[in-house]
């Protein structure tokens, strides 16, 4: 394989993500989440193992109403639910310091992929779940995070590889601001 090919994940993802542990509090998460520009971020026990994603998306299902998130016959129609917005951060506040472990997305509800996941099977995975891959190493029943790919790492390569002349520095990672290389 030469420098130039890229085959799997392992070329693409963005190596030793910004993680959260488990007990971290919702209100910590969102701030790293914040000053990091990233929509999700992987939660890994002190040895590294991946326990799940915490996303902006899964904290936005706990603040809807449950009947908007019961499945099929769930209500469609929320217009007539016209919380403020000083209600809805009232909601934000008692969630701040519940510990992250208590509403991320678990690692038997989410996607993962493995370094050598090829590319074309990562994309169809970007796809179809719509938010960013854990990257794992799987050894028995244990998953080690090693990194994450985004929408951003695949249009960063792709830029690289289409204007070569216009960018400099290391393929892939220059296109995107330090703080957007992540989900």
Excluded: Q
């Amino acid at each position: 394989m030469t420098n130039d090919t890229v085959e799997d994940v392992d070329h693409i993802m963005t190596p030793d993500p910004l993680t959260l542990n488990p007990d971290e509090s919702v209100a910590d998460a969102l701030k790293k989440m914040y000053h990091a520009h990233v929509r999700s971020l992987p939660v890994v026990d002190a040895e590294g193992s991946f326990i799940g994603l915490f996303s902006i998306c899964r904290l936005i299902e706990v603040l809807l109403p449950e009947a908007a998130m019961a499945g099929e016959g769930s209500l469609m129609d929320l217009s007539f639910v016209h919380p403020t917005m000083a209600e809805i951060m009232e909601n934000l506040e008692r969630l701040g310091p519940m510990p992250v472990s208590e509403i991320l997305e678990k690692k038997k509800r989410l996607t993962i992929c493995e370094p050598t996941t090829s590319v074309m099977e990562m994309m169809l995975l970007l796809h179809e779940i719509h938010t960013s891959l854990p990257v794992v190493v799987v050894k028995g029943k244990t998953k080690r995070l090693v990194g994450i790919v985004s929408y951003w790492d695949v249009l960063s390569k792709m830029a690289t590889r289409l204007f070569p002349d216009e960018i400099e520095g290391t393929p892939g990672k220059e296109l995107a601001p330090e703080s957007d290389r992540n989900p």
